[in-house]
């Protein structure tokens, strides 16, 4: 976890999502997985004959709109979890989350296709661990085992965004599809998280989201109109105001015209929650930063040197 909520510092995403999270209820509870300023939605590998790894985990900023869809995700053989995130003028996007173990039987990869299938008739954004090596996405081939699943890519008419390796091995294992081939921009493949053998991927998701109403604000009195304020209140007779009245009174009044001045000349602002550990120091981000430029020195040259200095510790 300390690695994750350093990428997520740096990067600041609205949403992302962690696969072969290997996390069980009664081992890992939520308090244990949560990452302040996002809500989280988890689906541990259950009612499967394989005990060990699976499950999923995604993560959305909690100023975000965003219903989990039990429907699809409470599927017993299926590693995956599926939102509705809302969008403007009342629309829906849904968002799911996938791993598909290379150990799977017929039947589990049935039931995460037809999942699919269902999920293709809406505007739908799918990203995941597919675990299919030999399909060639710029030839769209693949050999017998994966031919399946890209059939069923094209018969749904989703959209493969990832072109280069997202594994040490050089595969692309880890995939981007949505139903319009437009909503995706800057993808880029980064570095390997933590000692995992698969490479973080960053993307824009073109989408114009519907924001939850924010309770909780301050004013910003740094960019506060304090020229009209001063024009506002110099029209008050203070002395007529004041007559008259005991001093509990006149605090009364000249309160509510303070209160009414503020609302109407400081704008507001939504409050932010920290999402950056407190442990996040200066040095720890550019140690982050430092082993970044390794990996990416390492994914230009390939040599033997390199490969150790991108998984040293610095």
């Known amino acids: 976890m300390p690695y994750l909520e350093v990428q997520v510092s740096l990067l600041e995403p609205d949403f992302f999502g962690i696969t072969e999270t290997w996390a069980k209820e009664d081992m890992h509870p939520d308090s244990e997985l949560m990452i302040s300023g996002y809500t989280m939605y988890r689906i541990d590998r259950k009612h499967r004959t394989k005990m060990r790894g ?3 985990i995604l993560y959305v900023k909690n100023c975000f709109n965003c219903v989990l869809r039990d429907d699809l995700t409470n599927q017993d053989g299926v590693d ?3 939102c509705n995130l809302c969008t403007s003028h009342g629309s829906k996007l849904l968002i799911g989350l996938c791993y598909r173990s290379p150990s799977n039987s017929e039947t589990e990869n049935q039931a995460l296709y037809n999942l699919i299938r269902i999920a293709s008739t809406e505007q739908v954004f799918i990203m995941g661990d597919f675990n299919h090596p030999s399909i060639d996405w710029d030839n769209l081939c693949a ?3 994966d031919s399946a699943f890209l059939d069923l890519i094209q018969d749904c008419f989703l959209t493969q965004h990832v072109n280069e390796p997202t594994h040490k091995l050089g595969n692309i294992l880890d995939l981007v599809l949505t139903s319009e081939s437009h909503m995706i921009e800057n993808l880029v493949v980064g570095d390997c998280l933590a000692t995992s053998d698969h490479m973080i991927l960053n993307f824009d998701l073109v989408v114009n989201v519907e924001l939850k109403q924010n309770s909780h604000f301050h004013y ?3 960019k506060g109109d304090y020229t009209s304020m001063r024009e506002y ?3 008050f007779d203070w002395s007529k105001m004041f007559f008259n009245k005991s ?11 303070m209160e009414n001045c503020v609302k109407k000349f400081i704008p507001k602002r939504a409050r932010k929650y920290a999402t950056k550990p407190k442990w996040m120091t200066k040095a720890a981000q550019r140690a982050a930063k430092k082993k970044y430029r390794l990996w990416k020195q390492y994914r230009t040259c390939r040599t033997y040197a390199n490969y150790i200095a991108s998984i040293s510790r610095v």
Do not use: I, Q
Request: hydrophobic share 40%; charged share 25%; aromatic share 16%.
């Open 80 to 82: 995956s979890v599926w």
């Open 233 to 235: 209140l110099s029209e």
């Open 143 to 145: 050999n017998t085992a």
């Open 220 to 222: 910003d009195y740094k």
């Open 247 to 257: 001093t509990l009174e006149m605090w009364d009044s000249f309160k509510v015209v």
């Open 54 to 56: 699976g499950g999923c």
